[in-house]
């Protein structure tokens, strides 16, 4: 199993689970991110989610019914 690579590397970013994918979010490497990173296990693949308004690193993250 191999799947695609994230668009940047990441520090201190969010990942959380919804709807059987892999939301990986905001996070820090040359600077802070607002991008979000969406991986599909079913498929192998990552995508990138829309941007955030402001960028994010090392916060709170939770999913709601």
Same mark, same amino acid.
């Given at each position: ?18 709807g ?5 979010? $905001?996070?820090f490497? /040359? +600077? ?9 296990? !079913?498929? $192998?693949?990552?995508? /990138? +989610?829309?941007p ?7 916060? !709170? ?5």
């Open positions: 199993f191999a799947p695609g690579k994230m668009k940047m590397p990441r520090a201190n970013h969010g990942a959380l689970v919804c059987n994918r892999i939301y990986v979010i $905001g996070g490497s /040359s +600077g802070h991110h607002n991008s979000m990173d969406i991986f599909d296990p !079913a498929t $192998g693949t990552i995508t /990138s +989610g829309p955030m308004k402001h960028a994010r690193c090392g916060f !709170a993250h939770a999913v709601t019914p």
